[in-house]
């Protein structure tokens, strides 16, 4: 163990969000207080995080996925569509990122897609839910777990990282129960 006590800078970034959140009384309200500022994202191991940046007014934002280094510096912008494009998340390995979006609805139905790390070769994932939002690689990076709502009610299902809905696992079985999860 190295003589340098301080806590890591993810730590910070954590105490951060949660000072936030209480300052603002909600997530919501501090939804609301983002339009133009980074939200929160998420560390890799290659030391990139990958965030949502809301930027527009607040009758018409847009939500792009950026890239910036661990430090704060070299932030990249992934996508740029008039769409909502949120919740990255990256694959084990580091090279493919998965989103939900709503650039393929007119009723602004989000739905999960995967990007290559450099903003490349965007596909959607999902095709045959009202809504399929919060994704989440699995482990060895195969498949793909979110939230899908149907007529059913809203759950847990995964399928294969190409959107192969042929192989599509059902893994919650409560209707409407608010289902949420992450491999």
Same mark, same amino acid.
């Given at each position: 163990?190295?003589?340098?006590?301080?806590?890591?800078?993810?730590?910070?970034?954590?105490?951060?969000?949660?000072?936030?959140?209480? %300052?603002? $009384?909600?997530?919501?309200?501090? @939804?609301?207080?983002a339009q133009g500022t980074e939200a929160i994202g998420e560390l890799k191991a290659? $030391?990139? #995080?990958?965030?949502?940046?809301? +930027?527009?007014?607040?009758?018409?934002?847009?939500? *792009? #996925?950026?890239?910036?280094?661990? +430090?704060?510096?070299?932030?990249?912008?992934?996508?740029?569509?008039? %769409? %909502?494009?949120?919740?990255?998340?990256?694959?084990?390995? $580091?090279?493919?990122?998965?989103?939900?979006?709503?650039?393929?609805?007119? !009723?602004?139905?989000? @739905?999960?897609?995967?990007?290559? %790390?450099?903003?490349?070769?965007? @596909?959607?994932?999902?095709? !045959?839910?009202?809504?399929a939002d919060s994704p989440s690689w699995s482990p060895d990076g195969a498949r793909?777990?979110?939230?899908?709502?149907?007529?059913?009610?809203?759950?847990?299902?995964?399928? *294969?990282?190409?959107?192969?809905?042929?192989?599509?696992? @059902?893994? !919650? +079985?409560?209707?409407?129960?608010?289902?949420?999860?992450?491999?």
């Open positions: 163990m190295s003589g340098d006590a301080r806590p890591a800078p993810l730590f910070y970034l954590a105490v951060a969000v949660v000072l936030l959140v209480a %300052a603002c $009384g909600s997530p919501e309200a501090l @939804q609301e207080k290659n $030391g990139l #995080i990958a965030f949502v940046r809301v +930027d527009g007014s607040v009758d018409a934002p847009n939500a *792009d #996925i950026y890239l910036m280094d661990a +430090d704060g510096d070299h932030a990249l912008r992934l996508t740029d569509d008039p %769409a %909502a494009d949120v919740e990255p998340a990256w694959s084990p390995d $580091g090279h493919n990122l998965t989103f939900s979006s709503d650039r393929h609805s007119e !009723s602004e139905n989000l @739905q999960v897609y995967t990007m290559s %790390a450099d903003g490349d070769r965007i @596909q959607r994932v999902t095709t !045959s839910f009202y809504d793909i777990a979110f939230r899908g709502f149907s007529e059913a009610g809203d759950e847990i299902y995964t399928l *294969d990282r190409d959107g192969s809905e042929t192989d599509l696992v @059902q893994v !919650s +079985d409560e209707p409407d129960d608010g289902a949420s999860g992450a491999y």
